[in-house]
């Protein structure tokens, strides 16, 4: 089973900046979306921006301005920059990729990676 795999989190400090990177362990086609969620401790799972294949893109208010969703469709690889940090942003970073044709499975996530932001 292909699973996801995330990348580039870390400690940094409120106001700093961070650029998460997500891929397939393996092949996976007909990709027409891709999301990134988060998991703080003690909530539940949220989504936090989503694109398209055409390049559209969506933000939860509370990220909005600060976070960018981009994609390289060549390579299979999900990318989140994060600007202007604060502690609230302090989560597990998850993603997740639709495929044409196969209903996506939520029960199912990588092993995300972890984003600390310090007050």
């Known amino acids: 089973q292909v699973q996801m795999v995330e990348s580039g989190g870390g400690l940094v400090q409120a106001g700093g900046s961070l650029r998460l990177s997500c891929a397939p362990s393996?092949?996976?086609?007909?990709?027409?979306?891709m999301g990134w969620y988060r998991q703080a401790p003690g909530k539940q799972r949220e989504i936090v921006a989503a694109?398209?294949?055409?390049?559209?893109?969506n933000y939860a208010d509370s990220v909005k301005g600060r976070f960018t969703i981009s994609a390289d469709s060549a390579k299979s690889t999900a990318y989140l920059q994060m600007n202007n940090l604060k502690p609230e942003d302090t989560a597990v970073y998850y993603c997740?990729?639709?495929?044409?044709?196969?209903?996506?499975?939520?029960?199912?996530w990588g092993q995300g990676t972890q984003v600390t932001v310090s007050s």
């Open positions: 997740k990729f639709l495929q044409i044709g196969v209903p996506p499975d939520f029960d199912s």
């Open positions: 393996g092949s996976m086609f007909n990709i027409n979306g």
């Open positions: 694109i398209d294949d055409e390049g559209r893109t």
